[in-house]
Nanobody
């Protein structure tokens, strides 16, 4: 049972990448999927969340209007499309399966700082934005 994040690489500022998060041994039908990132010397931070149906998506302020997450049930995969990349997007990106299927807390808000309670974590994929 594992998640595998892939698709990272090195791009120039303004470029795009699409990350994939694929589950093996279990279905994503019963999980929200969160993307996180961690830059050297910094804490891990949330980037986005997609609800278990794929109907609702949420983004950290740093990702709004540039990143988009989507789900392909047939492929048991969640994607993170990242456009207009900036050097400050450089980080290792992780995906995680959250049993909180709605992505939101009791306040009905997405909290990108919520790191705990994930059932599965992917190993991460490096994204480097540099000229």
């Amino acid at each position: 049972l594992q998640l595998q994040a892939s698709g990272g690489g090195t791009v120039q500022p303004g470029g795009s990448l699409r990350l994939s998060c694929t589950a093996s041994g279990f279905t994503l039908d019963y999980y929200a999927i969160r993307w996180f990132r961690q830059a050297p010397g910094k804490e891990r931070e949330g980037v986005s969340c997609i609800s278990y149906t794929g109907s609702n998506t949420y983004y950290a302020d740093s990702a709004k209007d540039r990143f988009s997450t989507s789900k392909d049930d047939a492929e048991n995969t969640v994607y993170l499309q990242m456009n207009s990349l900036k050097p400050e997007d450089t980080a290792v990106y992780y995906c995680a399966a959250d049993p909180n299927i709605s992505c939101v807390g009791s306040d009905n808000k997405y909290n990108p700082r919520e790191l705990y309670g994930m059932d599965y974590w992917g190993k991460g994929t490096q994204v480097t934005v540099s000229s």
